[in-house]
């Protein structure tokens, strides 16, 4: 089956640093990758939609500038949370959506916690 | 608006008593539906999902859910629930195209109970 990594599966950074996720699809090329928010005990909020070599983009609310995504490949998106604040600290989860074939999938990595101190 | 709505935010069931999971959805065109399910601190693992074609969709670890248009709902069930099932289960639906975002539901913790 298809399979998404995420690397690290956890973080601890201090406030006012940046952190980079990675997101890798390993057995398949991801025409689209998508990155996700999830705040304890809550539902996945979308945050951006990211195209391979193209622009992502985000959903409303969310800052652009503080929240890089960066899709430089078909099998790698990276999210890099800049200038880290508490009110960051939550879990992403990014999931991948393959090139070609019928049926609409969507795989999710195992996801990240972030957690600023 | 598209939206999916899990009305129950918290079940206990009795291990080896049988689960309905409730989701209904609206969504504007022809709907792919979903179900995840997701231990503490986990990613999310796909449970079945329904494209098209018979609705009653079999999925892994003995669950099912039926389509029924008529009344937006994707249900999730499960015979027999065992200990391990305790975990956050998430209603999706999608468009069905590449390069759209599954839409989710709030979720419904499922405790299990000795």
């Known amino acids: 089956g298809a399979v998404v990594s995420q690397h690290p599966s956890r973080v601890i950074c201090k406030s006012g640093t940046s952190v980079k996720i990675e997101c890798r699809s390993l057995?398949?090329?991801?025409?689209?990758m998508f990155w996700y928010r999830q705040f304890p005990k809550q539902s996945l909020m979308l945050m951006a939609t990211?195209?391979?070599?193209?622009?992502?983009?985000?959903e409303q609310g969310v800052e652009k500038d503080k929240f890089l995504i960066n899709h430089a490949s078909l099998t790698l998106s990276t999210l890099t949370v800049t200038s880290a604040h508490p009110e960051d600290s939550s879990f992403y989860i990014c999931?991948?959506?393959?090139?070609?074939?019928?049926?609409?999938?969507?795989?999710f990595g195992p996801g990240t916690r972030l957690t600023v101190t | 608006a598209q939206s999916v709505t899990q009305p129950d935010i918290h079940i206990t069931v009795s291990e080896g008593a049988s689960l309905e999971l409730r989701c209904n959805y609206s969504?504007?065109?022809?709907?792919?539906l979903f179900w995840y399910v997701q231990s503490p601190g986990q990613g999310l693992q796909l449970l079945l999902k329904?494209?098209?074609?018979?609705?009653l969709v079999q999925g892994i670890k003995g669950f099912e859910a039926e389509f029924k248009r008529s009344q937006s709902s994707f249900n999730l069930r499960k015979p027999s629930v065992h200990w391990s099932d305790a975990a956050e289960y998430f209603c999706?639906?999608?468009?069905?195209?590449?390069?759209?975002?599954?839409?989710f539901g709030k979720g419904t913790t499922l405790s299990v109970s000795s």
């Open positions: 999931s991948a959506s393959p090139r070609a074939g019928a049926g609409y999938e969507q795989y």
């Open positions: 057995d398949f090329q991801a025409t689209t």
């Open positions: 990211s195209n391979e070599g193209s622009k992502a983009t985000y």
């Open positions: 969504y504007g065109a022809t709907p792919y």
């Open positions: 329904y494209f098209s074609g018979d609705t």
């Open positions: 999706a639906v999608g468009a069905g195209q590449a390069g759209t975002a599954l839409i």
